[in-house]
Each structure stands twice: as C-alpha cells, then as structure tokens.
C-alpha cells in the first residue's frame, strides 16, 4: 500500500516536472517568437543581401561580395567563431541577353521570353534555327527516333502537375527534362533544346535551373521558355509542323575558382564539442536576387544565431551557421563541409538547412532514424501554436545531404509551397516577394527548433 502510493506520488511528480517544463518550453519559445516578429534586422538584412548584392551565381563577383557580407555580418553579431572554410567553384557565365523566336511561314515570326539553363554551352554567336519536336516525355522522344529528332530542337512541354499539394513534388515530377533534356536529345542527334519553364504559374516568366551533360554525349545548347510562350508555341506547332525555331545564347564555362562557406558559432556551454548546424545556401541563379531561392534561408538561420544573443541565452551545445556556397550548381559547399566535418571528426547532434523559400512556415521534413522521428515530432505540440504542424520524413535540404552516414538527422524547415515555384530560379525571385512577416516567422521556427534539440536532444 505505502509502496503504491509512493509510487503515485513519485508519478505525479515526474508529471509536474513535466507539465512545468513545458509551460516554461513554451514560455521560452514564446520568446523566440516576438524576438522574430518585433526585430527588422533579418529581414533588413534580406534587403541588404537582395538589393545591394543581388543575385550570386556561385563563381560570380556578386558570390564574393555576399561571402565577405556574411563574414562581416557575423562579425558583428559578436559570435564565439566566425570563419571562412574554402571550396572550389565551378565559373560558368550566362553572358548575353539570349534571344528566342520562331518563325513561321504562315504565321510571321513571334518572340519568346527564354532563358539559358544553367551550366549550358552557348549557341555561338550565330544562334541555331531549326524545326522542332515537340515532346512531353522522354519515352516519347526515344518513340521519335533519330530519324525525327536528327537535326532538330526537341522541345520538351510537360506541363508541372496541378494535382500535387506539395509543389515541390509538382517540381521533382517535371524536371527530368531540364537536367538530362540536352544529353537524351543529343543522343538521337537533336541539335539543341528548348524546355517548358518547371512551375505552376501560368505567366512570362522563364525559369533556369542546372542542366547536366554526359562526357560521351555532344553537349548541345538547352534554354528555357515561359509557361506562356511554352502553350503558345505547342498551338502555333499544331498548325504549322514546319516553323522553325532559331535561339541564341552565349553562356560559357571559365576554369574553376577559389569560393568560400561562411561560418559562424555561438560555443556551447556544455558540450562545446557537439554541435547543431543550421544554415542556408548563400548562391542563387544569376537571374532575379535569389530571395527566396535561398536569401530567405539563409537569414532564417542567421536569425537563430542573432535571436539567442538578443535573449541572452547560452545553448548547451554549439550552435553552428553555415552559408553554404554552390548549392545549385555542383553543390561544392555541402561537400566541402561534410568532408571538413568527417576529417576533424566533429561530433554533430543534428543538421538544420532552410531553403524552401520565405513564406509561412509550417512544418519540417527529416531523414532521421525512427527514434530520432519520434523524439522531434514529440516537439509538435510546443510548435503547433505557431502553425508548425508537418512533421514528415522526407528529402530535407541539399547542402547537408552530403552529412548523411553521420547517424544524426538532417531537417529541412517546411514552408507553404502553394507560391514557392512562381518564384524560383526565375528574374521574380526579388526581395519584393518576400513579405516581412512570413520571413521573421521562418527565423522563429528555425530558432525554436534548434532550442528544443539543443535542451531535450534527439534521441
Ligand atoms: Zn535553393
């Protein structure tokens, strides 16, 4: 008898600890909260990033002049480290304005709002005309057959899927094209391409994006045209099989050059030698200002850092930023970081990245074990007064994809992606798309996050 109560009394007492620290949890996150809202710094920083700098194509000046801003930035937020870690870039330069129309003997000539895709060869000067095939998928481009596609521009307009609630599912549906489009054309003899910019807007706005080439395949240009001029020119092709297409674009690849990752740590107190990486990708496509596509990010975990010296508070564990450099093109940055982590053995707990944009977030996606799922989900309840509901596993973040086989999870901060993709890669990707408030809570949930990792661990 006594012992039962004992045991109800030791029972009840665990449970007021418990409910106590999560009154207290959520007083802290409380905190984090209205520190995000009421503070501009971040999102006067994106203005900054956006405006001043503007886009950063890894490789480009616009990249270093954002490398030496973090670097400065950081500095100033009085952190425990603050250092540059060195990686090689690929350089590749889009050059001029390109030049898209097609010309129709029936019809007259009609221009298209293109863009090169990223890492393409250019045309040469001259520009390339052809007639074109139009397909929507690569089964039926090999149906074509060299005999149809020799000579010619495949077009490729698979519209992205409306049906996804998740975009960015939309987006990984659709964009085969963009990255092997060149090398299974090239494979029957097509002499160029020509894609359907991958995004759920209907409108003028073409979008870039990296391209791939296969060392055995002859490299043959690749642009991308609106959604817009995509429908426009599979209605004109309907009526007239024979108009040709003639594009122009003088990209080039120069040799690769020295760039950097910009790091950041607030030391932890005690276990200095274990570490939370949040970060962002600091390089954007070389057209728009790379706001969302990951300005945002990249300001969401600045913020983390900025929001627990504005609170005062000293986490356990160190709490790392990184700017990742390169993350579009050949992901040079995460490598260089995971290899950096591996060779000095450091000893992670988790690794966070933002770059799903800057809207409202609302959950995070994970590649983490079961036990480490369960223990981060168990955090929902803290999270869901805020909108934080997702707590899903899936694909989190590209950067700290290259720490997988380290045993902790890696998260990515989900945001609502219904807007994300009229944005991306595209010249409307501008600080003007990114609404204040949106943005602070982006920093909010990051912050939040990494404080209740950084208190209850992940396992
Ligand atoms: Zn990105």
């Known amino acids: 008898m006594i012992k039962n109560l004992l045991f109800s009394f030791l029972i009840l007492l665990s449970f007021n600890n418990y409910i106590t620290a999560q009154q207290s949890d959520s007083a802290i996150i409380g905190n984090f909260y209205r520190e995000a809202l009421t503070s501009d710094e971040g999102y006067n920083n994106l203005r900054y990033l956006c405006k001043n700098i503007g886009h950063r194509v890894a490789g480009s000046i616009q ?3 954002a490398v030496e801003w973090v670097y400065k930035t950081l500095s100033e937020m009085k952190l425990d480290t603050v250092y540059t870690q060195e990686c090689m870039v690929r350089n590749w330069e889009r050059g001029e304005r390109e030049y898209c129309y097609f010309n129709s003997e029936m019809f007259g000539r009609k221009e298209l709002n293109c863009c090169a895709l990223g890492t393409s060869i250019g045309t040469g000067k001259d520009g390339i005309k052809a007639n074109i095939v139009e397909v929507k998928s690569f089964e039926e481009l090999q149906k074509l057959g060299r005999k149809n596609v020799e000579g010619k521009i495949v077009f490729f307009n698979n519209p992205a899927k409306q049906e996804f609630f998740n975009t960015f599912e ?8 963009r990255v092997h489009g060149a090398v299974e054309g ?12 991958v995004t759920l807007a209907k409108y003028d706005f073409p979008h870039t994006g990296v391209m ?3 060392d055995s395949v002859t490299k043959i240009p690749a642009i991308a045209i609106s959604t ?4 426009l020119l599979s209605r004109y092709l309907k009526m007239d099989k024979s108009l040709e297409v003639y594009f122009r674009t003088t990209c080039e690849e120069f040799p690769e050059k020295v760039s950097h990752n910009v790091i950041g740590e607030i030391k932890g107190s005690v276990y200095p030698d274990e ?3 949040v970060g962002g990708h600091l390089d954007s496509w070389d057209i728009g200002e790379g706001a969302h596509d990951d300005g945002a990010g990249v300001i969401h975990a600045m913020e983390v850092l900025r929001i627990y010296k504005a ?5 356990q564990h160190t709490i790392r930023f990184v700017a990742f450099m390169d993350e579009e093109i050949a992901q040079r940055g995460g490598r260089k970081y995971a290899e950096v982590v591996k060779q000095k053995n ?4 988790a690794a966070l990245e933002s770059d799903a944009g800057g809207t409202v977030p609302n959950g995070f996606i994970m590649e983490a074990t079961d036990e480490q799922f369960n223990k981060i989900s168990s955090f929902r309840n803290l999270l869901m007064p805020y909108g934080i509901y997702f707590f899903i596993t899936g694909g989190s973040a590209v950067d700290i994809y290259y720490l997988k086989d380290l045993g902790f999870p890696r998260i990515g901060l989900m945001c609502d992606s219904q807007r994300y993709f009229d944005f991306h890669h595209s010249a409307n990707d501008t600080f003007e798309n990114i609404h204040p408030r949106e943005l602070k809570l982006g920093g909010a949930a990051l912050s939040s996050l990494v404080y209740l990792i950084d208190t209850y661990g992940v396992q």
């Open 346 to 349: 450091e000893k992670h707990i």
């Open 311 to 315: 609170l005062n508070i000293r986490p």
């Open 63 to 65: 990249s270093e002049y």
């Open 170 to 177: 939309a987006y990984g549906d659709a964009v085969g094209p």
């Open 212 to 214: 791939r080439y296969a």
């Open 275 to 277: 570490i939370i990486v």
């Open 186 to 197: 090239a494979r029957l003899g097509a002499i160029g391409i020509i894609i359907r910019s």
């Open 228 to 231: 817009n001029d995509a429908d």
